[in-house]
């Protein structure tokens, strides 16, 4: 028989499917490409163009349409003061239910215009704000660390599970403890999940690591979950073990 | 041979796929899956609350926060006063070239913060706004109108689009000369197209019709329109018949 897809010759027991089921699957393709792009056209619709996106660093004040708020990082050179980043009280709410909270309760920030955030960079803040108006950031590891703080702080869930992909596909041996470390402070679960499949699974170079010593003087609780996710994965693959030897 | 998706045996005449084309076939659907589910999350990030989500028909301005500007539409009850719909000027100008230059040349509107839109109904205008802010609406045949022409004078192409699938989804015999005629005013071409090639299969049934002979009264060019999309036709189809026969 030869197969419709690749026009090879085959034999019954490299049987795939047959006629109907297969033109049933490349209509399904085309309507989920189809469905797709609409998606896409609406991302773009929706995608607000962002307060920030013709504006590289630079020392005056950007001249926007109708923003409301002014955000200010901290962390910045100390002889200059800080960059102020414009934006929209009406999105910053939209985005984050930390903001919403923040400006509507009649705070300092709502009476003020100005939200302080401490203990960022310009450019973490910078990128932060441009991804809840545009769902977008260009990101390496140490900026999804950044993106990752912020959006746990200010809870935008979006751009959490979008950081925590991000330094999943980034998981290695060298980076695991610290990942798994950092993971934890922020409630990153993935992250967290993944570091230690990675490290039960290497636990015999793991004591020797100077990372592992610091851990156990900082985080003694971490370390003891490391030993008990490795104990119960020793238990499970005995119990799997046994009933496969059983069957 | 025994397909593996409908698991029902079929012979070497059915055959359609080989395993391993099956095998990719389900990983692509899988993956366009994935990224379907992506987008829509990305969607729901983006989509602003809108300003009238919970807000029916009422006669108070709801207390929206951060709104700088009100759209009133003129086609309300003469006795009442139009009914204001605040929103968000950069919401307006970041989805809208003519709320653009509207708003960020000086003009009446910006200036008052007032946006008066005549011809159109209350409950389309609020429609109308809510789709620049959730890229969402419920059509009817008259509100899908009602959206193209207020989607062509603002140039909001997106919502265009959207009317312009629902209208040719509901075309039959029965509206599609004014179908054409409308869409003809908007400069809706998916819709004209697929009211022409609905009225030029039916042309013995046309010129009995009341709509055709108030057409030739008021715009008799659209009429020749149909005549020329009629001759094209014919031409086609005679040249297709020509080369089967000598094929």
Same mark, same amino acid.
């Given at each position: 028989?030869?197969?419709?897809?690749?026009?090879?010759?085959?034999?019954?027991?490299?049987?795939? #499917?047959?006629?109907?089921?297969?033109?049933?699957?490349?209509?399904?393709?085309?309507?989920?490409?189809?469905?797709?792009?609409?998606?896409?056209?609406?991302?773009?619709?929706?995608?607000?163009?962002?307060?920030?996106?013709?504006?590289?660093?630079?020392?005056?004040?950007?001249?926007?349409?109708?923003?409301?708020?002014?955000?200010?990082?901290?962390?910045?050179?100390?002889?200059?003061?800080?960059?102020?980043?414009?934006?929209?009280? !009406?999105?910053?709410?939209?985005?984050?239910?930390?903001?919403?909270?923040?400006?509507?309760?009649?705070?300092?920030?709502?009476?003020?215009?100005?939200?302080?955030?401490?203990?960022?960079?310009?450019?973490?803040?910078?990128?932060?704000?441009?991804?809840?108006?545009?769902?977008?950031?260009?990101?390496?590891?140490?900026? !999804?660390?950044?993106?990752?703080?912020?959006?746990?702080?200010?809870?935008?869930?979006?751009?959490?599970?979008?950081?925590?992909?991000?330094?999943?596909?980034?998981?290695?041996?060298?980076?695991?403890?610290?990942?798994?470390?950092?993971?934890?402070?922020?409630?990153?679960? @993935?992250?967290?999940?993944?570091?230690?499949?990675?490290?039960?699974?290497?636990?015999?170079?793991?004591?020797?690591?100077?990372?592992?010593?610091? @851990?156990?003087?900082?985080?003694?609780?971490?370390?003891?979950?490391?030993?008990? !996710?490795?104990?119960?994965?020793?238990?499970? #693959?005995?119990?799997?073990?046994?009933?496969?030897?059983?069957?």
């Amino acid at each position: 028989m030869k197969c419709l897809s690749c026009r090879e010759e085959y034999d019954s027991n490299d049987a795939g #499917t047959c006629k109907e089921c297969y033109e049933e699957a490349s209509e399904t393709e085309e309507e989920l490409k189809r469905e797709i792009e609409d998606l896409k056209a609406k991302v773009a619709f929706l995608r607000f163009w962002s307060p920030l996106d013709h504006n590289h660093r630079s020392t005056t004040v950007p001249g926007l349409p109708y923003t409301d708020v002014v955000l200010l990082a901290s962390d910045g050179p100390k002889d200059l003061p800080p960059i102020p980043i414009p934006a929209h009280k !009406a999105v910053l709410v939209s985005r984050s239910p930390v903001f919403k909270a923040m400006l509507e309760n009649e705070m300092e920030e709502s009476r003020s215009g100005t939200i302080k955030i401490s203990d960022v960079s310009y450019e973490a803040l910078r990128a932060f704000i441009n991804y809840l108006y545009t769902a977008e950031a260009v990101l390496d590891e140490p900026m !999804a660390y950044d993106l990752l703080v912020l959006a746990e702080k200010y809870q935008v869930k979006h751009l959490k599970a979008y950081c925590e992909k991000f330094l999943v596909s980034k998981l290695n041996w060298d980076n695991s403890v610290m990942s798994y470390a950092f993971a934890h402070q922020q409630n990153a679960k @993935l992250v967290v999940d993944a570091a230690l499949s990675l490290i039960t699974d290497n636990m015999d170079k793991l004591t020797k690591r100077e990372e592992y010593m610091e @851990l156990v003087e900082k985080e003694p609780r971490l370390v003891v979950e490391i030993y008990e !996710a490795y104990l119960a994965k020793q238990v499970n #693959t005995a119990v799997h073990k046994d009933s496969s030897t059983k069957s």
